[in-house]
């Protein structure tokens, strides 16, 4: 019986022992830390195509245009590539412009200026269009009853000074003046919105308006000899081709000691005495936030109000008034 009962325990163990060899066998070995998945990456910022089609090269349009472009970079950083076209003061080169920015579908179309405002929307009617340094839609646009939204795909900024305070500001500074003469180009349309209401507030005070046009640069000198020769005073609106000749209307006006009174800044720096301006930089930058909420999505161009500049600031030419014996008057700062 013992070595019966020997037997049998010598077999459990051995059973034992074969068990807790093979549990060892069958664990398997530490393995290493698993390796974390990458980090899902951001998805990459969708980017825009922005065509701009300037009319001229002066200073009233590039600050627009850089004030445009300024603000399109801070509200998309790295998200806009620019293709930046000048017209050079040829209006038909607007619509070669503006249909080679059609062809290749950018996402968004800034028209500088009336002339490139009305060749854009002739080229697309499905791309948005932001219009600067526009005087008037409802001029530009042929709409009789505009009223402050143009619809469809065009929106934009508008340059308009209160012209009742420019034509106050020419009685103001002249007071003894009675004829007054307003020279401008008749290719552009709001240039004859901009004369024709300033010429009404005149007649209105007494004073003789006369309208003295030309139709390119080609014949502003001999515009603004016979101007000069008849008035007391020249005005001149915010006036693209005037802007960029201001060289030819100092040099006739200056040594005929007649004063001009200018739309805008850049105008009145080059030849004017004194304007009632707006800043053509923060226009532009208004546009570039309008242009930004659009590519986005987050507006509806069609909806969107044409804009205003919300000050403007009356302004001399320090160097002009001292060459005419003119005092400027108080309240008017000096263009830098």
């Known amino acids: 019986m013992k070595k019966l009962l020997a037997l049998v325990l010598s077999g459990v163990m051995a059973l034992s022992l074969a068990a ?49 472009i300024d603000a399109l970079n801070e509200a998309l950083p790295g998200q806009v590539e620019f293709k930046n076209q000048n017209a050079s003061n040829d209006i038909p080169m607007c619509s070669t412009i503006v249909n080679q920015f059609v062809a290749e579908d950018v996402d968004l179309i800034l028209a500088n200026a009336t002339p490139a405002l009305q060749a854009a ?54 007071p003894e003046a009675k004829n ?44 603004v000899e016979n101007a000069a020769a008849s008035s007391d005073v020249i005005y001149v609106p915010t006036d693209n081709t005037v802007a960029a000749n201001t060289g030819i209307i100092d040099n006739i006006c200056r040594p005929a000691g007649v004063p001009v009174i200018a739309g805008e800044e850049g105008i009145c720096a080059g030849c004017g005495v004194a304007t009632l301006s707006i800043s053509y930089y923060d226009l532009g930058v208004a546009t570039g936030k309008m242009a930004a909420q659009i590519l986005t999505g987050e507006a509806d161009i069609s909806t969107m109000p044409v804009g205003y500049a919300a000050t403007v600031t009356p302004k001399y030419n320090a160097d002009i008034c001292k060459s005419l014996n003119i005092t400027p008057l108080e309240g008017y700062e000096a263009i830098g």
């Not at 922005?50 to 600050?63: E, F, K, N, S, W």
């Not at 080229?123 to 001029?139: D, H, M, R």
């Open 20 to 68: 807790c060899g093979a549990k060892e066998e069958a664990a398997p070995a530490a393995s290493a830390p698993a390796a974390s998945a990458p980090a899902a990456s951001a998805p990459a910022a969708e980017t825009y195509t922005v065509g701009i089609c300037q009319l001229v090269q002066h200073v009233a349009l590039d600050a627009a245009t850089q004030g445009f």
């Open 121 to 174: 929307s002739a080229a697309t009617i499905e791309i948005p269009i932001l219009g600067t340094s526009v005087t008037e839609y409802g001029v530009a646009m042929g709409i009789s009853d505009f009223s402050g939204t143009v619809g469809g795909n065009v929106s934009g900024t508008s340059d308009l000074a209160p012209l009742d305070q420019q034509a106050a500001m020419l009685m103001e500074w002249f």
């Open 180 to 223: 007054v003469g307003l020279v401008y180009c008749s290719a552009e349309a709001n240039s004859q919105y901009q004369v024709d209401v300033v010429k009404a507030e005149l007649e209105k005070a007494g004073l003789t308006a006369t309208l003295y046009s030309f139709s390119d640069s080609n014949d502003i000198a001999g515009v």
